[in-house]
């Protein structure tokens, strides 16, 4: 079966370090993948989208790879901040709905100032 | 982000018990979804509506029913209401196309006794 998997551990780290937060699928060739940040009590938020033919992507502190031979992405927050503290889920995309959208767990980030 | 907004915010309901959670949006988006989500698992897709005559079960959809009254309004009904139906429950829209990330409510949290 189609399994997205993040790593259930919370990542605690410094802040000013960089964090990377994975995604590993199996399964599935999705044809693009988007993360999202979640707050305790709010609903996920988009935060980047990747293509299937795109390796890498880049929004101010953020940083996304896609690397389909291995089916992982890795999300990178540099220069990391306690306002980053949040979960991050990963899901993938197939198609052109959001019907074929499969979410990871999530994975929780806390950054000590 | 008011743009997609859920009611009530939170509900206790006893078992047997028919529930209504709605979700209004102003995006203008023709999409719109329901998500459930539990600790530890990823979102799951519940129903997904791609217009007002348009009606598809997603992934998780036995023991729920949903009606779309008009582009902006999508409502989830759970008919007889269980408690392994405890979770939190997330309205989404989108546009159309594959590059179009979901706008998710802030959710109902939902608690069966």
């Known amino acids: 079966s189609q399994k997205i998997e993040q790593n259930s551990e919370a990542l605690n780290i410094q802040e000013g370090k960089t964090a990377t937060l994975t995604c590993n699928y199996t399964n599935y060739s999705p044809a693009y993948l988007q993360w999202y940040r979640q707050d305790p009590g709010r609903g996920p938020v988009f935060l980047l989208l990747i293509r299937e033919n795109e390796k890498e992507k880049r929004k101010e502190r953020l940083k996304v790879t896609f690397d389909t031979t291995l089916k992982q992405s890795l999300f990178h927050i540099t220069a990391s901040q306690p306002a980053d503290s949040a979960t991050y889920l990963c899901?993938?995309?197939?198609?052109?709905?959001?019907?074929?959208?499969?979410f990871g767990a999530g994975t929780r980030l806390f950054v000590k100032a | 982000d008011a743009d997609v907004t859920q009611t009530p915010r939170n509900r206790i309901t006893k078992t047997g018990k028919r529930i209504m959670l709605e979700c209004s949006q102003t995006?203008?988006?023709?999409?719109m979804y329901w998500y459930r989500q539990d600790p530890g698992l990823g979102l799951r897709l519940i129903y997904y509506s791609f217009d007002v005559k348009d009606i598809n079960k997603g992934e998780i959809s036995d023991g729920y029913s949903v009606s779309r009254q008009a582009q902006a309004k999508f409502s989830l009904s759970l008919e007889s209401a269980i408690p392994n139906q405890t979770a939190l429950y997330f309205c989404?829209?989108?546009?159309?196309?594959?590059?179009?990330?979901?706008?998710f409510g802030n959710g109902t949290r939902l608690t069966v006794t």
């Open positions: 995006k203008g988006h023709d999409r």
């Open positions: 899901a993938l995309v197939k198609g052109t709905g959001g019907f074929k959208t499969i």
């Open positions: 989404a829209t989108s546009e159309a196309g594959k590059n179009s990330p979901l706008h």
